[in-house]
């Protein structure tokens, strides 16, 4: 589900077609390392804002990685 939110918000348009399943690697080892509560409340409905923003962070700092 986490993936599925980077990919609906437009998170991943610099990350290359051929490295997306690097990137989703990455991104859910990442989240599940330091983010679990995140990854609960994805799992039961609960986000809030700040979650979400930290989704985004995470994100866009590690598709910059990816850029062409």
Same mark, same amino acid.
């Given at each position: 589900?986490? @993936? @599925?939110?980077?990919?609906? *918000?437009?998170?991943?348009? *610099? #990350?290359?077609?051929? !490295? #997306?399943?690097?990137?989703?690697?990455?991104?859910?080892?990442?989240?599940?390392?330091?983010? *679990? %509560? @995140?990854?609960?409340?994805?799992?039961?409905?609960?986000? @809030? %804002?700040? %979650?979400?923003?930290?989704?985004?962070? #995470?994100?866009? %700092?590690?598709?910059? !990685?990816?850029? *062409?």
């Amino acid at each position: 589900m986490a @993936i @599925i939110y980077c990919g609906t *918000k437009g998170l991943l348009q *610099k #990350v290359p077609a051929n !490295k #997306v399943n690097n990137f989703e690697s990455e991104y859910l080892f990442f989240m599940r390392e330091n983010h *679990k %509560d @995140i990854l609960a409340n994805l799992r039961q409905g609960k986000l @809030i %804002d700040s %979650d979400l923003e930290t989704m985004k962070s #995470v994100a866009l %700092d590690l598709a910059s !990685k990816y850029a *062409k």
